[in-house]
């Protein structure tokens, strides 16, 4: 049997379906990012629904989302709850991670990109770059987007999804934001400054140039998130 065709813009039941999900995710991700949704709270998804007037279902999956990126999390006996930002021990350990994998990934890049991803790196960088910060999510969230691209870009360059994999597990860039309280991004051109000099070791080929970049990028974004800024 043919099914209609969806009006030219609406999409068919799955596409509008997620695109309200994502619209629950980076509503609820907004405000536990600002603080309005305190460590802890209960996120029901009954009064989600009626608030944010949709349907149980992208409300679930919005959760489920935000559950993988460690913003909320589901308990036992509770149901859904909002997390606790990262404290130093666990920041410690992300960078930990993380300059195990990013510098053998931007190694890798460095080796194995081809021109059109060191051309889509760039045009990350001026992403980055361009976008506007400030102190709320929806300020912010741009740069976040950008930023956290450029180092998913890097990693699908290196060519090795095992190394991919075990670094989107961490969330790093989104619990790393929720440690910069009301002052906002205050350290946007440091971080793009490091990721341009990433690049630039990717771009001529250069493997232990990347290496070291990548190195010192994820030591200092480390450094000021315990600091209290984040990258």
């Known amino acids: 049997m043919n099914l209609p065709t969806p009006p030219p813009g609406t999409g068919g039941p799955a596409r509008r379906s997620r695109s309200r999900s994502e619209q629950a995710r980076r509503t609820l991700a907004g405000r536990i990012m600002d603080g309005a949704l305190v460590p802890g709270a209960p996120l029901r998804i009954g009064a989600l629904s009626e608030e944010l007037g949709m349907s149980a279902t992208p409300v679930r999956e919005a959760l489920n989302l935000l559950t993988g990126e460690k913003l909320v999390e589901y308990l036992p006996m509770r149901g859904f709850v909002v997390t606790r930002p990262p404290d130093d021990e666990q920041v410690r ?4 991670a993380r300059a195990l994998l990013e510098p053998q990934l931007a190694a890798l890049a460095a080796q194995l990109a081809t021109p059109a991803e060191r051309d889509a790196l760039a045009a990350t960088l001026e992403r980055t770059a361009a976008a506007g910060v400030g102190a709320r999510f929806q300020e912010y ?3 976040l987007d950008h930023s956290s691209a450029f180092h998913a870009e890097i990693a699908a360059a290196a060519r090795n999804p095992y190394l ?4 989107e597990a961490i969330p790093v860039h989104t619990l790393r934001f929720r440690r910069f309280g009301t002052s906002g991004v205050d350290d946007a051109e440091i971080s793009v400054r490091e990721h341009a000099a990433v ?3 990717i771009g001529r080929g250069d493997t232990a140039g ?3 970049a990548m190195v010192a990028h994820v030591r200092a974004v480390t ?3 315990l600091a209290g800024s984040a990258a």
Do not use: K, Q, S
């Open 164 to 167: 991919a994999a075990a670094l």
């Open 141 to 143: 969230e741009g740069y």
């Open 210 to 212: 990347a290496r070291e």
């Open 93 to 96: 350990a992300m960078g930990e």
């Open 199 to 201: 690049l630039t070791a």
């Open 223 to 225: 450094e000021r998130a």
